[in-house]
Structures are given as C-alpha cells and as structure tokens.
C-alpha cells in the first residue's frame, strides 16, 4: 500500500525549531521528486521546499530560504524538513509529496502552529 505519512508538527513559539518527517511506504522514494507544502487556513496549498531525486538539487520558497532545509534519506525512505527560526506567519498544515512525473502520491499533512 502506497503511503505517505507526516509527523513532527506541533505547537512551538516564534523563533523556535521543529523537524518534520514523511516517511513512505509501498514505493521507493529514491526515484521520485520529493516535496513539501503548506496550506494556511483560507489560503491556497503552496510549494515550500524541494528536492530532486538525481542530484539532491534543493529549491526553496523565498519566505523560507535561510531557515528551512529539506533533505533525503532514502535508506530510510525518508524525506525531512528542519525548520528553524519560526515565525507566526509559518502556521499552516504541512504536507509531503512524491511526484515522478507519471505517479504523484500525497500526505495527510502535519499541523505546524507557531504562537507565544
């Protein structure tokens, strides 16, 4: 069964730290494109971070840049996110996708709220 599930959210004050994790089952995360994206309430679902499956070339939303960092353990089947320097403006449901152009398979999302 092919999943994709989330963990690491949770309620941390501005300026503080979280790591989220998306750890796959079913299929091999080494061959595809892996993602994270955000969805604040009332707003669309945006791409915050990715990495590429050859390579690891990384690319990240400018609101984020300097203070998050994607990366991959495909060992693990594994993709993760550090989170750092967190700002009120970062609360939002945080998903994981794989994506290989052919398949593209979806988390249920991780819940990030940051608020003193």
């Known amino acids: 069964q092919v999943q994709l599930v989330e963990s690491g959210g949770g309620l941390v004050q501005p300026g503080g730290s979280l790591r989220l994790s998306c750890a796959a089952t079913g299929f091999t995360i080494s061959n595809y494109n892996m993602y994270w994206y955000r969805q604040a309430p009332g707003k669309e679902r945006v791409m915050v971070a990715r990495?590429?499956?050859?390579?690891?070339?990384?690319w990240y939303v400018d609101s984020v840049k300097g203070r998050f960092t994607i990366s991959r353990d495909n060992g693990k089947n594994t993709v993760y996110l550090q989170m750092n320097s967190l700002k009120s403006e970062d609360t939002a449901l945080y998903y994981c996708n794989a994506w290989s152009g052919s398949e593209d398979y979806w988390g249920q999302g991780t819940q990030v709220t940051v608020s003193s």
């Open positions: 990495i590429l499956s050859t390579g690891g070339s990384t």
